[in-house]
């Protein structure tokens, strides 16, 4: 068991994340998407964080379900970096 934690802890996942935008007259983003595994499958409970980028300070997060989806809310327009991050996963982060 021990050998393939580590050998999963070592591993490079690729989060694979799907982007829906749709705008609203508000001035918030919604942004939902999956998070999966390199093998496809959806990772549950991956934090999923907003920062600004100049800042970064948080402006939005949230977790993903059991199917690995996720949706936040940002406030638009905003310079944004989306971070997610889950243990024995390397963190990921999309400008």
Known sequence: MGNSRLARNDRVFKFLVTFLFSFQLVGQIPLSGTVLDDERKPI????VIAKGLQTESIISYGFTN??????????????????FSFIGFKKKKFF
């Open 66 to 83: 059991h199917r690995g989806e996720f949706s936040i809310s940002i406030d638009m327009p905003s310079d944004v970096v989306i971070e």
């Open 44 to 47: 549950q409970n991956v934090s």
